[in-house]
C-alpha cells in the first residue's frame, strides 16, 4: 500500500524514477492508459456529474487534454500524454494533481498559489533546513509537478545560484510549460532530461548544497535511487554542510534495505528520520556533517525563527524527528 496525503486519502509520491522500466509497448500505452481513467472516474475518484457537457481542451503543446465544465471551480478532468500516455491530470476545488495512469497522486498544486506546497509529506522535505542555511546549490531528483522547485525559487531567492530539475520523462518535463510551471526563463533554473542517478555521476565533487529526491514511477518503483552506488554519488556531490532529502515509504519492504545502504554510506550518527502525521511516507535527512544535539537549545531557537521566517512547522518537526537507527 502506498500512503496517502495529509488531507486526504489519496496515495502520493512525486517525480519519476530513474531507469524505472516503463512499459515498452507504445503501441498498447494509450488504450492502457484510457483504460486506467475509466476505472478510476467508475471507482468515484473522478465525479463528473453525468449532465455535465464534456470539453476537450488541449494544451499547445499537445501534452494532455481536460475534460469538464466552463466554470472552472469544480472541474473533473483527466488527462492523457500522446508520448506516453498514461499522465492524468484532475482539477477540483482550485487543485490541479497530477497521476501517472492510476489514483496515486504524483503531486497537487494550488492554481492561484503555485509556489504552495500543499502535500504535508513535501512540506516535511524541507525540514533539512534545522541543519542547513538556505542553499545556493540544489540537485533535484524527479520533477512530478515541481512543487519543491516552485518553492525553492520562491522562498530561497536571496541564496540561490543553481537550481537543476533532473527528470526522466520528457512528457513530465513539457508540463513545466503548461499545467505546472516551472520558470523557463530563470537562469539559475536548469532542466535536466535524464536518468538522476546517472546525472549526478557527472557532477563535480562537493558542488551540492541541498538534493531532493522523491522519484517514484506509476507502480511505486524508485529504480537506481535507492542503490548503494546512487548514495555513494549522491554523498560524493555534497559539499562539507550539504544535506539529502528523500521521500521514503514506512510500507514497503524494501525500506529499511534503503536505509541501511544509506547509512553505510553516510554513518549512524548523520542521518534522522521524519515520519508524517496521517501517511506512511518518511522524510529522510543525511547529512555529510555530524548532526546537531536534537535537544539543544540552540537547534530550538532556529526551529523558532524559522517557523517564523516560512510559516512551516519546524518547531513540531524537530519533536517528531529521530535518529534512522529507531528504524533498523
Not at 502506498?2 to 515498452?24: P, R
Not at 509529506?121 to 541543519?131: E, V
Not at 513530465?172 to 555521476?201: C, H, N, Y
Amino acid at each position: 500500500m502506498i500512503s496517502g496525503t495529509d488531507e486526504s486519502t489519496d496515495v502520493v509520491c512525486e517525480g519519476t524514477a530513474a531507469s524505472a522500466g516503463l512499459e515498452d509497448d507504445e503501441a498498447g500505452l494509450a488504450e492502457v492508459a484510457m483504460r486506467k481513467s475509466n476505472l478510476l472516474r467508475r471507482s468515484g475518484y473522478f465525479k463528473p456529474p453525468s449532465a455535465l457537457r464534456t470539453n476537450a481542451a488541449r494544451a499547445d503543446n499537445g501534452q494532455y487534454a481536460l475534460c469538464g465544465d466552463n466554470s472552472g471551480l469544480n472541474r473533473h478532468c483527466y488527462a492523457l500524454s500522446p508520448d506516453m500516455s498514461e499522465l492524468l491530470i484532475s482539477e477540483q476545488n482550485g487543485y490541479r494533481t497530477l497521476h501517472f495512469g492510476s489514483e496515486w497522486v504524483q503531486g497537487r498544486m494550488r492554481i492561484s498559489k503555485p509556489a504552495e506546497l500543499i502535500l504535508g509529506y513535501a512540506q516535511d522535505m524541507c525540514a533539512a533546513m534545522l541543519f542547513a542555511p538556505p542553499p545556493k546549490h540544489v540537485y533535484v531528483a524527479g520533477l512530478g509537478v515541481g512543487s519543491l522547485p516552485r518553492w525553492g525559487i520562491a522562498n530561497w531567492a536571496e541564496s540561490l545560484k543553481r537550481m537543476e530539475i533532473v527528470e526522466l520523462r520528457a512528457d513530465v518535463m513539457a508540463l513545466t510549460r503548461s499545467a505546472f510551471p516551472i520558470p523557463q526563463d530563470d537562469e539559475r533554473v536548469v532542466l535536466t532530461l535524464g536518468d538522476a542517478a546517472k546525472v549526478i555521476t557527472e557532477r563535480p565533487a562537493s558542488s551540492v548544497d541541498w538534493m531532493w529526491v522523491d522519484c517514484y514511477d506509476g507502480r511505486g518503483r524508485v529504480g537506481a535511487l535507492e542503490s548503494a552506488e546512487f548514495y555513494a554519488a549522491a554523498h560524493a556531490s555534497l559539499k562539507a554542510k550539504g544535506v539529502f532529502v528523500a521521500n521514503m515509504w514506512s510500507s514497503v519492504t524494501r525500506y529499511r534495505g534503503g536505509l541501511r545502504r544509506l547509512r553505510a554510506v553516510f554513518g549512524d550518527n548523520n542521518i534522522v528520520l521524519l515520519p508524517a502525521i496521517a501517511t506512511e511516507n518518511v522524510t529522510v535527512i543525511a547529512c555529510k556533517s555530524p548532526l546537531p544535539d536534537l535537544a539543544s537549545r540552540a537547534l530550538q531557537a532556529r526551529a523558532r525563527a524559522l517557523h517564523a521566517e516560512y510559516k512551516l512547522p519546524f518547531e513540531r518537526w524537530l519533536k517528531a524527528i529521530v535518529p534512522v537507527s529507531t528504524a533498523l
